[in-house]
């Protein structure tokens, strides 16, 4: 590979991660906009108990969603609550995906690059090489 190649595609690369930290802030900024338009917006339809509106072609409406989490440091007892009463069945296991390539990268380190063989059958894995780039 010419050394004319490598440095413009490093160029390349470097200018296309350098467009997507700035489009990455401005997404940041556009959806804190949004949010707070939202919030106002929801706040005033509520205040004219107006439901829905149509405008400029497009209907307008208030839609309420709840969320729920476990209060902090009670996850345990909150399945454990759940699965009293009979709602066992919405508790699942789960295992992150970060979680796991640590878990398997620390079994191949201590089984010479080998997963064991109670894991290889049931986990994939794979390396993906990217190139790093940090400010001089």
Do not use: H
Not at 57 to 82: C, Q, V, W
């Amino acid at each position: 590979m010419e050394p004319n190649t490598l440095f413009d595609l490093a160029d390349e690369l470097k200018a296309a991660k350098d467009e997507k930290k700035e489009l990455d802030k401005k997404t940041k900024e556009v959806n804190a906009r949004i949010d707070a338009l939202d919030r106002e917006l929801s706040d005033a339809m509520a205040g004219a108990e107006c439901e829905k509106f149509t405008r400029n072609g497009s209907t307008f409406y208030l839609n309420s969603r709840l969320f729920a989490s476990p209060m902090e440091g009670n996850k345990d007892a909150m399945i454990a609550a759940l699965k009293e009463n009979g709602y066992g069945d919405i508790v699942t296991e789960t295992v992150y995906a970060n979680t796991l390539a640590s878990f398997c990268k620390e079994q191949m380190a201590a089984n010479e690059d080998e997963l064991p063989d109670w894991l290889e059958p049931v986990v994939n894995t794979f390396e993906k090489v990217t190139v790093g780039i940090r400010k001089s």
